[in-house]
């Protein structure tokens, strides 16, 4: 196919040492890869990334864009190990030993946090992600019953302490990823509240410190099937041309759970998250461009709240160890109708920018679903980024009913972009998941909001109206009948807690 991918033999740096992936079927996760090493922390609870039993620690650009390394977790079961060819793998093994534990390890042993192990190694590596965390500092919270802190009461309010950060900077969206079914969890977050900042000689701090490894090129075949890392994007697109059944990946989230659940085999799996013509981000007056290969974490963090409805759509998308993978390109790119960021995006009026040899064009997402896991992308075709307009709407609010706060799949999800000029409603744009065959926007109600003045009178006839959007179906997550009611009850809770609104987010 022409590839002008690596002749350098593939391997991953784990924990100090090259170990080569020569020989090793493109489909195989990098747990089962690991743990064919003779690393056995990491385990498989799950295989669909939903219990971080898997989590290791791999090195990845930073966030702040300074050309630094950030230690990031992901679920080694649905990564494919051949993706980490070239790269940097830190697994709980090379953290500490038993008679040097890590600081990470250290705390988990002496306050608690592990009682039948088998969850540990993973949280473990999580924990400790957010230890190195650029940015995490503050003063450890000393822990009742704990050596050291003798007569505290564990009751106590701390004047820096959160819901869900820690006074030493901690933030346990870290650890929203990762099950424990033995502690109860407190003792886990005392452990990371605990922690306090790395050694001046931690080599795990000092390589963030130094440049991240790049996404060389990679090539590897074996069993009938292949996995291919470009070098570039023309080159990614020359292979989609010639072989338009090849299957792409980026975060791999829902890769893996295909190989992993549903036995699927690619003949061929390109890895398109290192490219750099898909990870661009920019702000403008006018609009802001983010990167179709960009994690969920990298535009969090990037974005800083530039754009408020995606910073209530993050923390609420499945969990840290998820969102350190997954990409906006692919939530879309797979079409499901119950992925929580299209309905973000539609309420942003966003347009998908698509690309292909015979060159680029740019359909409204809106206009882009068309079936079930249907689109108008065509074969040969990638999402290379997304175009939010501006200025946004002044009231924005994202909610997902769903059974877990986190870590879980909606039911319904109903995001909100809402803009009220002296009372009256000027413009709305209102994005719906699960409760179609594809996500929607919610028109009729839409029309009921605009020109009507933002009062509980047109609030209540637009959620009569709202309730009749889609075609809910009955299944294992919710019933039609309590689909229909939450998105009308979601318009309610919106207006109730906005009832006059100068440009508020919620």
Known sequence: MGSRTSTTTPGVDVNGSVRVLTGTPPHTTALDWLRSQGLTGAKEGCAEGECGACAIMVARPSTTGDGSTEWVSLNACLVPAAALDGQEVVTAEGLG??????????????????????????????MAAEFYRSGRSGVPDPVPDAPGAEGLDANAPSADLTHEHGPNGFDLHALSGNLCRCTGYRPIRDAAY???????????????????PTGRPTRLASEGAE????????????????????????????????????????????????????????????????????????????????????AQLFPQFASRLIRNGATLGGN????????????????????????????????????????????????????????????????????????????DISS??????????????????????????????????????????????????????????????????????YRSEMLGQSLLKLHAEHPLTGGADA
């Open 194 to 212: 605990a922690l306090g900042e790395p050694a001046a000689d931690d080599p795990l701090a000092r390589r963030c410190d130094q440049a991240p």
């Open 227 to 310: 996995f291919v890392r470009p070098a570039d994007l023309a080159e990614a697109l020359g292979i989609l041309r010639d072989r338009p059944d090849a299957v792409l990946v980026a975060g791999s989230t829902d890769w893996g759970v295909d190989v992993n659940l549903r036995g699927v085999r690619a003949p061929l799996v390109v890895a398109i998250d290192r490219l750099p013509e898909l990870r661009g981000l920019g702000v403008a007056d006018d609009e802001v461009r983010i990167g179709a290969a960009l994690t969920l974490t990298e535009v969090e963090r990037r974005l800083d709240g530039e754009v408020p409805l995606l």
């Open 97 to 126: 030993t038993p008679a040097a534990l890590h600081p990470v390890q250290q705390e988990m042993a002496v306050r608690g946090g592990s009682q039948c192990g088998y969850c540990t190694p993973g949280f473990v590596c999580s």
């Open 412 to 481: 319904v999800a109903v995001a909100f972009a809402i803009e009220v000029v002296d009372g009256v409603v000027d413009r709305a744009a209102i994005g719906l998941g699960g409760v179609a065959a594809t996500p929607l926007r919610a028109r009729d109600t839409e029309a009921a909001l605009v020109g009507k003045p933002w009062t509980d009178g047109t609030v209540r006839a637009a959620a009569d109206v709202l309730a009749g959007e889609g075609t809910p179906l009955d299944d294992h997550r919710a019933s039609a009948a």
């Open 332 to 407: 879309l790119g797979t079409g499901s109708p119950i992925g929580d960021a299209a309905p973000a995006l539609l309420a942003l009026e966003a347009d998908v920018v698509l690309t292909s040899v015979a060159g680029e064009r740019t359909v409204p997402l809106a206009d882009y679903f068309t079936g079930y896991r249907q689109a108008v992308r065509e074969p040969g075709e990638l999402i290379r980024e997304l175009v939010v307009p501006r200025p946004l709407a002044g009231l924005t609010a994202f909610h997902k009913i769903a059974k877990r706060r986190f870590d």
